[in-house]
């Protein structure tokens, strides 16, 4: 029996500026795939068409086997953290939480105390009443963090969530990252421009380059590869030296 892939992307096409971008894989359920590349190859873009932010030119989308061609990100069944730009600047905290899990805020305590649970899984118990403005970036990103933790989506679609955090904290976010991941039994696309990050944490890659999926490998050794110029160059190693 074939298991029906969390997402795939259908001989998908999308354009936009310069970049024509194509984007050919399938992911099965549960696994992490680390997105690599250079700066503007299309890592967003591929998250944002994921997500339904962005909508193909050509191809189709399939998320647990259903095209979602035209649906809004809120019935994909996926959370999204971005680079930046997560949250509600006029919320506070545990508002911006707790309409991850009722966009109507209807919740309930046992909800509200997820909120609180979230906000300490992440380090910032006591954050609840304040203002994102009030925060550092690093502590904003935690929130959003939390938030797309809490509601416990089958997809997540995670751009560059651990920047900025410092290796400690990015080291931590990363396993919890992966414990929600195992409870949930989620799928993640996680853009990230750290080597050490996706050999931790990913099964998969995906190496983008140019608007293309130039490698979709194995994450096991995927660094100690000689075979793809485009990695060499995304490395910047030297050949032949
Ligand atoms: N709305 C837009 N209009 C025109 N060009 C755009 C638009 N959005 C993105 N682009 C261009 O498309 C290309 C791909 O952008 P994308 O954000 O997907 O790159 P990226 O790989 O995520 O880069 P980075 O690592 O710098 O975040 C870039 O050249 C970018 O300038």
């Known amino acids: 029996m074939t298991t029906t892939p969390a997402i795939e992307f259908d001989r998908v096409a999308y354009g936009v500026g310069e ?9 099965e359920p549960g696994t ?6 250079p700066s503007g190859a299309g890592k967003s873009t591929l998250l944002n068409l994921a997500a339904g932010f962005l909508e ?7 998320i647990d086997g259903k095209p979602v061609g035209g649906l809004p990100p809120a019935t994909r069944g996926v959370s999204m953290v971005f680079q930046d730009n997560n949250l509600f600047a006029h919320l506070d905290i545990r508002t911006n939480i707790g309409l991850g899990l009722d966009p109507a805020l209807k919740l309930d305590a046992a909800a509200w105390a997820r909120v609180e649970a979230a906000l300490d899984r992440v380090g910032l ?10 925060l550092s970036g690093g502590e904003r990103q935690r929130v959003a963090l939390a938030r797309a933790f809490v509601r416990r989506r089958p997809l997540l679609l995670l ?11 990015a080291a931590d976010m990363l396993r919890l990252m992966l414990e929600i991941r ?20 990913a099964d998969r890659i995906l190496l983008i380059s140019k608007g293309k999926i130039a490698a979709d490998a194995d994450a096991a050794g995927f660094f100690d590869r000689t075979d793809l110029p485009e990695l ?10």
């Open 232 to 241: 060499e160059a995304y490395l910047g190693r030297q050949r032949g030296a």
């Open 159 to 169: 751009d560059e969530p651990f920047d900025g955090l410092g290796p400690g904290l």
């Open 125 to 134: 118990a006591g954050f609840g009443k304040r203002q994102p403005g009030s």
């Open 19 to 27: 970049l024509s971008a194509e984007f050919a894989f399938s992911r």
């Open 56 to 62: 193909p030119r050509e191809g189709q989308i399939r």
């Open 182 to 201: 195992a409870e949930v039994g989620a799928t993640v696309l996680m853009v990230t421009h750290d080597p050490d990050e996706a050999r931790a944490a």
């Open 32 to 37: 992490v795939t680390a997105i690599l590349g």
